[in-house]
């Protein structure tokens, strides 16, 4: 089959829910057989949003082949269990830096370069990257933004040219608006998806399909207005209804027939509604666990976002041992030695969350040596691997002054250290190890046993700085020890105390590769001994 090309693109307001939809999509398709790929095409100038604050971006995620992504390729990834890679996640600043580049080095032969035609090309050769390089039947594109920003419009441009190359059956566009409700008039209001509508196809793209976001069900007549306003089939307008899970979606999409409307106006006879078997059962599950589960999320960032992928593990976790997750953020620099205890009370475990720099870092350490001496159970990632490490140095091996050398570049006992090769790296963006490595499990540790007596993993990384293998003999001395590590480069990658219930630090991220069909090993066994105290149960 040729490779056919769905466009998602956003009007009204930003934060409709695109990534879903899209992920949704990708889903339905999926669930048909369909090899799919969904890539996030964002018309910001970053060349990444690795050197985005989380606060403006939410959390970055990180592919396996080591690209730093907007968290809406987790969205693809939790959705359809399919890996995405570097060329999933395009900007504007990697647009021009390869024209850029190319015409720096004499590429254009003297031309003069120019939005129109030079970055719509490139634009096009993205978008068409992937299925370049495999056989996909579906390549879904989500444009980042809004379609009235001025920095969209290039992006516009180029899918305006590519469907018209691709031809009808081998191109869409499907169009996400937002209906608002007048609480005061009571009503509904369709103007402000008619006018984006319009909006676009003034730039020369007629929406086949239209996705209406609303807080309150959407009439018949009201569909049939917009389908009316907008040259669309009334079967082509569906609504996105705010449900109690992101996770219902792909299931509420398909009930509309949204898949099916793609496919036929695609020329493909859709058949059968795929039966989503395994996706209900989780559903069903989810909606069974009604116990619940107090879990402290220690970190500086006091938003959703920014933890997205960790939130979406614990959650997958939980469902999977019937229970709901109640997340407590626990602001780390908010966490000191007389109140950690009213701050950490009631939970049934705490996770040390990422992060960079020594805004709340303090906090972190009170945390891990709270639940260590109290047997709670513990799950530092990445920076909060760190700190355990820090906390275990000062407290039980008895360096006052140990440090990471990115918090404290001086100290005696850097006992999490930058890596050689970082030391003379002055660029910021995409120089830390990112991306998948290998890990060597320790045969009987409880990471090994978590991952099914596994002797070899793969995880993803996102860090500058290391654990300083000079004092690990005398940590494992102490009761902490490295049950995980890299078998090239002999690079700690896990820390565990092995007396503890289930005291756990990765340098690498797992929460980047939990799906709803795959719920990750170490957050599975994480939340089972919150809940019962050990993962025998
Ligand atoms: N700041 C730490 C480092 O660079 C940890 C990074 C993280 O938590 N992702 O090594």
């Known amino acids: 089959m040729k490779t056919k090309y769905i466009f998602i693109t956003g009007g009204v307001a930003s934060s409709l829910g695109k990534g879903i939809i899209s ?10 057989g369909y090899k799919i790929t969904i890539q996030k095409f964002d018309p910001y100038i970053n060349i990444d949003p690795g050197t985005l604050n989380p ?48 015409e720096r080095k004499g590429d254009y032969l003297g031309k003069t370069i120019q939005v ?6 490139e634009i096009k050769r993205r978008i068409r990257l992937n299925a370049s390089k495999e056989d ?84 018949a007549d009201l569909k049939a207005k917009v389908a009316h306003f907008c040259n669309v089939d ?49 559903l069903e599950r989810r909606k069974n666990a009604t116990k619940e589960i107090h879990i402290g999320l220690v970190g500086k960032y006091d938003l959703q976002d920014a933890y997205k ?43 040390i969350c990422p992060g960079f720099g020594q805004r709340g870092i303090e906090g ?44 404290n570049p001086s100290t005696s006992h850097n006992v999490i250290d930058i890596m050689e090769e970082q030391k003379n790296i002055t660029q910021m963006g995409g120089t830390m190890r990112l991306g998948a490595y ?28 290391e654990f300083n293998n000079k004092f690990l003999q005398e940590f494992e001395a102490n009761g902490m020890i490295c049950s995980g590590k890299n078998p090239g480069t002999g690079l700690v990658e896990i820390v565990e105390i092995p007396s503890h219930k289930w005291y756990i630090g990765t340098q690498f991220h797992p929460e980047y590769s939990s799906t709803v069909l795959n719920p990750h090993p170490l957050f599975l066994s994480f939340i089972k001994t919150c809940i019962y105290g050990t993962v025998e149960a």
């Open 309 to 351: 992928s960790i939130l979406e593990s614990l959650a997958h976790a939980g469902v999977y041992n019937d229970r709901k997750v109640k997340v407590k953020f626990i602001n780390s620099e908010k966490i000191t030695k007389d109140n950690v205890f009213e701050q950490l009370d009631g939970m049934s475990g705490i996770v």
């Open 438 to 465: 290998e890990c060597e499990l320790l045969k009987g540790s409880r990471t090994w046993q978590a991952y099914g007596e596994k002797s070899l993993i793969k995880e993803r990384h996102r860090h500058r700085y």
């Open 136 to 219: 996909f039947d579906f390549v879904i594109t989500e444009i980042g933004g809004t379609i009235g920003d001025i920095e969209s419009q290039p992006f516009l441009e180029a899918i305006r040219q590519l469907r018209w190359e691709l031809g009808s059956e081998n191109s869409l566009n499907v169009h996400l608006t937002y209906v608002p409700y007048l609480a005061a008039a009571g009503e509904l209001k369709t103007k402000p998806t008619q006018t984006s509508v319009k909006q676009i196809q003034g730039l020369g793209i007629q929406p086949e399909v239209l996705v209406l976001r609303t807080e309150h069900e959407l009439s």
């Open 234 to 282: 009334v079967k082509a307008v569906i609504q996105s209804q705010d449900l109690p899970s992101i996770y219902e979606v792909p299931v509420n999409m398909q009930q509309q027939g949204f898949d099916e409307v793609i496919l036929t106006k695609m020329g493909i006879t859709p058949g059968e509604k795929p039966p989503l078997g395994p996706w209900r059962n989780f």
């Open 23 to 32: 992920a949704s999509l990708g889903k339905l398709l999926q669930a048909r």
């Open 55 to 102: 606060y403006e971006h939410g959390e970055c995620y990180v592919t396996a082949d080591g690209m730093e992504t907007d968290l809406d390729l987790g969205h693809y990834e939790r959705f359809t269990g399919i890996e995405t890679t570097r060329d999933n996640s395009v900007t504007t600043g990697k647009i021009y830096l390869s024209v850029i580049e190319k």
């Open 364 to 407: 972190k350490i009170i945390a891990a040596e709270y639940t260590r001496k109290n047997n709670i159970p513990t799950f530092g990632i990445c920076l909060g691997m760190q700190m355990m490490v820090v906390e275990f140095a000062r407290n039980v091996l008895g360096y006052a002054d140990a440090d990471s050398s990115e918090m």
């Open 116 to 121: 129109v035609p030079h970055i719509t090309d």
